[in-house]
């Protein structure tokens, strides 16, 4: 059957004699907005989401915010119960739709990409837009993300900032932009280093790779080297001899190469305790306060 596994505008399927309006109310279709329905056996995700969106907005909008970095690629930006998020140029009307969030904004043509079809804002203006709207604890994780998968470059984030220092939100943006950091491998790695960085300890190094004992190394999430100190999440273990995996036998060689490792492993439950045993450790070794960096930014 034609409209197996698609997604398709009801009336113009009825039209096109592909299927019936009787059809189209059984188990097989599920409706996602009015008039726009998809295969049931079809996974539900923001994509999906933002595709039926699609059908039934004009030419001139374009995905953004959290649903452009779903689109480009970072999966945990937005899921399927999530509003939309659109943008569209001054003077364009566009009436009020539930599950639509809209914002107004000129784009140049270097602020839009096509991804599947649907005009997307580039990472450096997502990037933007998620950090001059959201709190850092939101926007930092996604602009972390676009980082550490190369489809923005800290210089490129500079540049947008230093363009658009008039633009409104453009100090949170800024904000953001300083504290991202390409290292983080997961959000929860992104929210522990906003966390520390807050608490007022020094910036550590992203995936600091440990030596220890046979030639092996292990990555810590978060490290300063100067005094051999880590924090590490250890919520989501990897496989087996995975370098970012932690466990007895990992804790036990790490402590044998001089350093100490806080484990995390719920957050935001386990992170006021990591602070204080973090901020401990740190005066242990030698540390006695300040701002300045100890280790060297992935950013």
């Known amino acids: 059957m034609a409209l197996e596994w698609s997604l398709f505008r009801g009336t113009t399927a009825i039209e096109d004699g592909l299927i019936t309006a009787a059809e189209l109310t059984t188990p097989a279709w599920r409706r996602l907005r009015r008039d726009v329905y998809v295969d049931a056996r079809v996974e539900l995700d923001h994509g999906l989401a933002c595709h039926a969106v699609a059908l039934s907005l004009p030419e001139d909008i374009c995905f953004s915010g959290r649903s452009a970095a779903y689109l ?23 009436a009020a739709r539930p599950g639509v969030e809209v914002s107004v904004a000129d784009l140049s043509t270097d602020d839009i990409w096509e991804i599947r079809g649907l005009p997307v804002t580039s990472p450096a203006r997502t990037a933007w837009d998620v950090g001059a709207r959201f709190p850092a604890r939101q926007a930092v994780p996604l602009i972390d993300a676009l980082l550490a998968r190369h489809f923005v470059v800290p210089a490129e984030l500079d540049a947008y900032a230093r363009a658009n220092l008039r633009r409104r939100g453009c100090r949170r943006a800024q ?20 966390a520390v960085i807050e608490a007022g300890l020094p910036r550590p190094t992203t995936q600091y790779a440990i030596d220890v004992p046979g030639g092996a190394a292990y990555h810590a999430d978060l490290g300063w080297p100067r005094y051999r100190v880590a924090l590490d999440y250890q919520g989501h273990p990897g496989p087996p001899r995975d370098p970012y ?25 386990d992170l006021p305790a990591a602070l204080r045993e973090t901020r401990a450790a740190l005066h242990g070794r030698g540390w006695r306060g300040g701002t300045s960096d100890d280790g060297v930014s992935a950013r």
């Open 72 to 94: 480009i690629g970072i999966g945990f930006a937005a899921g399927f119960a999530d509003a939309v998020t659109v943008v569209r140029p001054p003077g364009h009307r566009l």
């Open 175 to 194: 904000h953001a932009f300083g504290l991202a950091d390409a290292g983080a491998r997961t959000p929860e790695e992104s929210l522990l280093r906003i």
């Open 245 to 269: 995996r932690w466990d007895n036998e990992t804790s036990r060689l790490v402590g044998r190469a001089g350093w100490q490792v806080i484990a995390v492993r719920q957050l935001p439950e």
